[in-house]
């Protein structure tokens, strides 16, 4: 047997374990009962470690050095080579940091998920801000113990976006920022001009359900590789390229919450059917990045499944569903409901005009902290004070309306906010290189195909999995790194009508 | 740390690894899209793979006897004590039979089993006859290499119904021949005496469900710590003492399918969900043999289920749900379509009468085949013989109604269906000693109340796990080892009123 299959062999058990404590986690979502939960986390805390620790093996390290020099002559766009250079990548990851910092890490944001939790629902920042303090405190060493040549942030946002720097997104914020701030300011001027009540009257949940799975099949998610199922928060979960599965929640009186919750999920999930088949069951199965991956969730969900022409194929459909609720609104009506802008203080029900500032917010904020420049306690009113520079909007609390929201910080994922809006930029660049390849592509999504779409992807970005970091895959697939100016042009030729600007 | 709890520590890590196993296991019948189907294969080998080689370790074997030193003082009673016993007892099983061996044998039941299902199919019994060959020879090593005193089924059975000799069994059986025989002669020449007609009719799979649900958790079924979920094939399986699911499968054609299915695993749940909560996460948890889990489960579906004082409580509920299908049919007329006899070939398919006459068939052969008396290529006419000895009935086939039937010996189990019947008898003795302890439990079931029962199971048998073998159980709870006696005499006394004999 040569190295490379040995460490094929290997690495096996290790995916196994994780595949295994992917379904105990899923099923933890959606179908187990409340008794078993206690013992559900201690199978899943034997499942990760015993994966960690076959990993981390010091096998590993020695056959991955023994298969590099198997795979020297193979060239870099070769399976085996990416393999070792891509495992080689994850397995300096997980050395690095000592298995102490990484106990303390679990065992710190165990009990800040809790201490959060109840001071959120209190909006109680102060009750939760000794806890902040101290995870931050173990970022900073988790940051130097990965290490990082210029910025400390440049280490935490590597392991969500492989590649990417702290300055790079500095920069597409403030091109963004410059752009979008006044942008956002002017629909504000005119929110009244769309009415999205037709989209908040009580739809039933049954009906929800039928349409929704009809739209994500139509699309291209294959349900014989996948399923859909009800869970309290909406994720993708893989345990094999085929066998994909995304969960869903519905709301009877926000119709868009489901349904582009399943056309976002169905767009992650369709990522990671798409590997090629030959990645199967190898460490380069896999979408490349969090914000890869975002960028194919967001295109299904808002460059198509927002789009006119994707509703001029379904809306006559979804009226006949609902004949009470759509009956009496045209095609037009409904699609501005479907995109109208809000003063939201709230990320996750943020549009996709406003979005990007939410999330600019909390990566300055996190940098900010990270380096020392901000005090914990300080946290609410900076928060408050961006929120009101860059959206015009004030939290009337600093709990669940304001700096508490997000579970991110109290699961001790720094670093990783950055990557929705670096899908979001990616979705519109894919998107502007498929319509030149494939300029029938919006015809096509309004007859209902979206095929052409689906295939272009796969051949582009899916069949690829992890082989290619994102950043030379964004090279690769538009032929340059990763820019906020295709984003700004589609956010103003979409909202500029809509809102009659 | 003591090395008792060093061993405890130790085996957490298989328990967690098979009960890891069991969710993958669960999945894989219930929700499993069929694409996942290939990698489910090989992620629970290796979960498999890695709990036995924890298991088989020395330093289980070393830890054990350590901790035997360490409990060398404490009672028999002891949870410790039971601990290192029971676990000993494990340790040597697995670790008698060489890894080659076990090997071999998952390779070719494997392979068998497609064989099986094929052949049984086309009733092909001869395309299926080298392998069946082939696995008793396997299962004739298994034994040698388990080791047994007196009768090679002896090594085999100790598996499955740990205590249980041969020679006990075949004393079991001879006397249910003498009286179960002439009587099954004497119900089958008043067939005619019971119509079940009124149990075949359509009955909508939703209110079957509906209906079924109310009734197991009525039963004492506790779904916070469970839940029911639809399958193929009906079974149990647990993750742990608060989280022990079943599943169940509807006919519309035939209600008491899925209604006593339910009522069964119900059974074996109730068991498992009974552990002692000290026992939660150790080996002493759940059932200690199967033969003792088929007590429970045929005690709640035959004699709670089947019993009259069970639907004078139950049936205008279900003559509500049904008023087309039941509206006119009596009580007693009902009772006697759900205990109707009939002259089936097929052991799922028999009623309490004949059930234990396909057992005993079963049982013979194993013991002719595995001790050369009998030679594959005679099976179909020894089965059929059998079957005409028995019951008076001949199978048309050498296939799906005859000796093809059964699962069992194309998967290796051979050794496992006496512990059917071991249960039958079993059920009879417990309930008869729990009627005797509480005697208002007839009565209590007939208004309903079905917690005196439940409260006597967990205390006399559930609570104690696996801390007793089920002889030493047995013999605990009913002052005798296992006899025949008593249930004979419960068909007898249920069976001539309701066919007039």
């Known amino acids: ?24 986690g899923w099923d933890q979502q959606t179908y187990m009962p409340p008794g078993g939960a206690e013992a559900r986390a201690e199978q899943l805390a034997t499942l990760s470690r015993l994966a960690h620790e076959m990993f981390v ?35 300096d990851l997980a050395t690095r940091v000592p298995t102490k910092l990484v106990e303390e890490i679990a065992r710190t944001t165990t009990l800040a998920h809790e201490v959060w939790a109840k001071a959120r629902q209190a909006n109680d920042f102060a009750s939760f ?20 040549e210029d910025r400390m942030y440049d280490a935490l946002l590597d392991q969500y976006e492989p590649g990417m720097k702290t300055a790079q997104v500095e920069a597409l914020f403030a091109e963004l920022r410059e752009e979008l701030v006044p942008f956002v300011a ?37 349900m ?47 990522y990671e059917q798409g590997s090629d088949p030959r ?22 969900e808002n460059l198509v ?46 549009d996709e005009v406003t979005y990007n500032l939410h999330i600019m917010l909390r990566f300055e904020m996190e940098n900010d902290l990270l380096e020392g420049k901000l005090a914990v306690n300080d946290a609410p009113d900076y928060w408050n004070a961006k929120m009101d520079s860059y959206l015009g909007i004030t ?18 994922l720094v670093g990783y906010f950055p990557t929705y809006s670096l899908g979001n930029f990616l979705s519109v660049q894919y998107w502007d290189k498929a319509l030149a390849d494939v300029p029938s592509i919006p015809d096509d999504i309004a007859s209902g195909n979206f095929a052409t779409l689906l295939d272009w992807l796969r051949a582009n970005i899916h069949v690829h999995g992890r082989k290619y970091w994102p950043t030379e895959l964004t090279e690769r697939v538009t032929g340059e790194p990763i820019q906020v100016r295709s984003f700004m042009r589609y956010l103003k030729d979409k909202y500029t009508p809509i809102y009659d600007l």
Chains 1, 2 share one sequence.
């Open 1 to 24: 047997m040569s190295k490379l299959q040995e460490l094929k062999t290997h690495l096996a058990d290790v995916i196994h374990l994780q595949h295994a404590a992917g379904v105990l």
């Open 57 to 91: 093996a010091e096998t590993t390290g020695a056959l991955l050095q023994q298969a590099a020099a198997e795979v020297d002559g193979a060239g870099y766009d070769s399976d085996e080579a990416a393999l070792v250079r891509v495992v080689q990548h994850d397995y």
């Open 129 to 148: 801000a000794p806890m902040l303090d101290k995870i931050y405190d173990l970022m900073r060493q988790q940051a130097d113990a990965l290490g990082y």
């Open 186 to 222: 002017a629909i504000f001027e005119r929110l009244d001009a769309v009415d999205d009540t037709p989209v908040k009257l009580n739809y039933d949940v049954d009906k929800q359900a039928e349409f929704g799975l009809k739209v994500i099949e139509q699309l291209g998610y294959d």
């Open 224 to 270: 014989t590789r996948g399923r859909q199922d009800k869970a309290v928060h909406p994720f993708t979960t893989e345990f094999s390229i085929n066998d994909v599965r995304i969960t869903t929640r519905y709301q009877e009186d926000w119709m868009p919450a489901a349904l582009f919750g399943s056309i976002h999920e169905a767009g992650h999930a369709m």
């Open 279 to 300: 990645l199967e069951g190898t460490m380069l199965a896999g979408g490349t990045s969090l914000g890869v991956h975002e960028s194919q969730s967001r295109m299904w």
């Open 305 to 350: 499944g927002r789009s006119r022409g994707f509703w001029q194929y379904f809306y006559p459909d979804l009226q006949k569903l609902f004949p009470e609720q759509l009956g009496a609104v045209n095609l037009d009506a409904f699609y501005k409901a479907i995109n109208a802008v809000s003063r939201s203080l709230i990320r996750v029900e943020a």
């Open 395 to 412: 939290p009337p609390d600093n709990g669940k309306h304001g700096v508490l929201q997000d579970v991110h910080w109290s699961s001790g």
